[in-house]
Structure formats: C-alpha cells, structure tokens
C-alpha cells in the first residue's frame, strides 16, 4: 500500500488540532485538581494572579464599591490583582463566551461574571461555566444559609455549586415625596396616578432587567397573582391570551407616560437622570438602599422615599460565577470567597458604598457581626429590611423572560 505525503497546510491542521486537544485535555484536568484541592493549595496559587471581573457597570456607588473597597483588600490581603470590567448587559458576556467556546478558546480573559436569571440558564445550558466551585468557598459553607429556595435556585433554575450568591435584591419605587405625596399601592392606583399626572412616569425599556421587573409586577396584578406561573411557561396552553391584559395595561398608560410614550428611557440608569433632573417624579430599583446613595451623593433630591405595593414586590439573589476558561481560576475563588467576608458584606450594604443587601444568613453570624451589619445606617430613603423582608414575591423562571421581553416588543413598543 502507498502510503501518501502530507502537503505542509494539512500537517499544519492536523498539529493545530492535536494542540488544541490536548489544551483542552490539560484545561479540563487542572480545573478538575482544582475543584479537589484544599483551600491553603487554591489561596497558595491564587497569589499573584491578576482576576478580570466582568460585570454590568451602569452605577457609579457599585462601581466605586468594587474600586475603592473590594479590590484593595484583595491586594492587600491576598495580592491578587482584581480588575473591574464593565459591560451594557450581561448578555455581552455571555456571548463572547459562546463565540469562545465554539472557537475552542480555552484560556480567556473573564474570570469573573457577575450574573443570574436567564443569563445564568444560558450559560449554564451551554456549558459556559467553570464548575461546582462554590461548595470550596470556606465563607459560603460558614454562613451561606445553602437550603434556601432564593440560594439553591436562580429563577427556578438548580443553581448547584456553579455560582455563589453575592447579594439579594428587592424591586422598590421610588419617588420624590414632594411631587407624590401618597404613594399608589397597586397598579391600578398607579395608572390613576399616571393619568392624573401626564409626562411625570416611565420605565426602561425592554430588555433592561428593572424595565422588565417592573413589568412582571403588572403581570401579577393583571393577570391574578404569581402562583399560576410556577410551572413552566411552556406548559401553560393559553399563556398568549393570559397576558393580554398586561398589555392592554401598558398601553392604556403609554400616552400619559413621559414624551406620551413615543419613547422610553434606554436604561435605568437613563431613567434615574431624568428624575434626578425632575423631569419625572417617580424611578425604579432593584436594590432598596440605592436611592438612599444617591442622596447621599447628591443625584437625588432629599425628598426621596421608596415605597412597596401592597402585594409585595419581586425579590431574588444576584451570583458571582467562574467561566469555563478562566485563566486565574484559583484567584477567582479567593475573589468570591472575599466578597462572601461579613466584612465585604456589611461594606456592600452600607449605602455610603452601594446599599445592596446582604447574601449572608444572619443567624449564621457571630454576635459582634450582627451587631456591625445591624448598626449599618441605611438612610432614610430605605425601608426597614424587616418590611422588605415580608413583602417579598417570587421571581419567574427564566423561561417567561424571553416571552415578555419579545411580547412587549410586539404588543406595546410597536403600537
């Protein structure tokens, strides 16, 4: 038998595809030592390392949290150089993940994300993600409260080790009190407000997470309340004809929005300029001690208040997750582990910082740790964590996002 010549450009093929094999082999085999080594080994190779967090970067008091706080503590206690990376959306991050995976692309330049919800599904779904990590984290197994429904689950999708809670937040308005003297506790008193008060309310645009928050709350309201939609969206025959009357909501206020509706803020961050300006009387926020920040920082009036609806308001659990390809792995655990500290976490509550709550069990605290995260002054635009905390509602699985995201685009945007 003759045995053929190999031309240079398919030996060269063969070579980059046998590399690339075994890149993805000796990849695979680190981060499996990793996952089985003990924390003294993971902090010993984490030093040095410099971590790429990326992240949405559209708040000046988180990102100042993350530049002023958090990263100089990992210098100085682990020398790790933590670098903060902003995106628009965290469907940014999650794409050039797939475009890398695709590509092969094994050492990359995330090694942070900071995400939940559907991002978390897609990535999870799509093999985007490091591993189990989150059960090696000494600061997740000592006060992380593991059984909790809003821990173990993000957005009703098994979370099982492959992100670590950073923070719960809960959906408030917030008004200028000076401008809404009583607040509307339903949606029905809201759309009285609006009509009465033309130009004066808004809310983002899809698909930007708040925009959308506020939105499934008039789904609960409209539509008779959340229990319905525990079960899968796929599951439900009539779920088009189930959110009419979400939209004939949303259409009915559109003309007594502000610019009558013709457009809508392209962000929160958009919206939180137009009413610190007080071309509108009433944001929105998925942390409730942000608007308290921003006070503090001079953007918003001292006559802001924030304030519930009667049925509660939608409350979940943002994660810190480690990508498949992380160059610094080890020093992306000691990253976590730190901002899982009761110290990070008191830090991160104060509104002089960010305002955003803790992802800690409280009981699980010493007592001198209570006492820090509880003598936390969280101003007086924040409700007491205890009204917070009994006015909580469920989030939707991922599964509804896309649906109402894409239904809004079709049923009110378009109108």
Same mark, same amino acid.
Request: proline letters at 6%; hydrophobic letters at 40%; glycine letters at 6%.
């Given at each position: ?30 981060? !499996? ?23 949405? !970067? ?10 002023? /706080? ?122 009285? /407000?609006?009509?009465?008060?033309? !130009? ?46 979400? /939209? ?9 929005? /502000? ?157």
């Amino acid at each position: 038998m003759k045995i053929k010549t190999l031309t240079a450009p398919v030996l060269l093929a063969f070579m980059l595809a046998a590399c690339s094999a075994q890149s993805d082999k000796d990849a695979a085999q680190g981060a !499996g030592e990793l996952l089985a080594s003990d924390w003294q080994e993971i902090t010993d190779t984490a030093k040095g390392q410099e971590v790429n967090m990326y992240m949405w !970067g559209g708040n000046d008091n988180i990102n100042r949290y993350l530049d002023e /706080w958090v990263a100089p503590r990992l210098k100085e206690l682990h020398d790790i150089e933590l670098t903060r990376v902003p995106v628009s959306d965290a469907q940014d991050f999650i794409s050039q993940l797939l475009d890398e995976k695709s590509a092969g692309k094994t050492a990359g330049s995330m090694d942070i994300i900071w995400i939940n919800g559907e991002n978390f599904k897609a990535a999870k779904d799509n093999g985007l993600l490091f591993g189990d990590f989150a059960g090696q984290l000494p600061n997740f197994n000592e006060y992380i409260d593991q059984d909790a429904p809003e821990i173990s689950h993000d957005f009703g999708e098994p979370v099982e080790g492959l992100e670590a809670p950073w923070g719960k937040a809960q959906f408030v308005l917030v008004r200028d009190e000076n401008k809404v003297e009583n607040p509307p506790g339903s949606m029905d008193e809201l759309a009285e /407000w609006v009509h009465e008060n033309p !130009g004066q309310f808004t809310y983002p645009a899809l698909p930007d997470f708040t925009g959308s928050a506020f939105i499934r709350h008039v789904l609960y309201e409209t539509t008779g309340g959340y229990e319905q939609y525990e079960q899968p969206a796929a599951e439900i025959d009539d779920l088009e004809s189930r959110l009419e009357p979400m /939209w004939d909501y949303l259409n009915d206020i559109e003309p007594y929005l /502000w610019r009558e509706g013709e457009t809508y803020p392209e962000s929160l961050s958009k919206l939180d300029q137009l009413y610190a300006s007080g071309e509108v009387a009433m944001t929105m926020s998925y942390d409730p001690a942000l608007a308290a920040s921003e006070v503090l920082q001079g953007r918003f009036p001292e006559s802001t208040r924030t304030f519930l609806l009667d049925a509660g308001t939608l409350a979940n659990t943002h994660f810190l997750s480690i990508p498949f390809n992380s160059s610094d792995k080890a020093g992306a655990m000691v990253a976590i582990n730190e901002m899982l500290s009761p110290e990070a976490q008191t830090a991160k509550l104060s509104p002089e910082n960010w305002g955003d709550l803790s992802a800690l069990d409280l009981e699980k605290l010493s007592p001198e740790q209570q006492q820090a995260m509880n003598e936390v002054d969280l101003g007086g635009a924040t409700l007491p964590l205890e009204e917070l905390e009994s006015n909580r509602l469920p989030e939707l699985s991922s599964d509804y996002i896309e649906i109402i995201e894409k239904g809004w685009m079709e049923n009110v945007a378009k109108e």
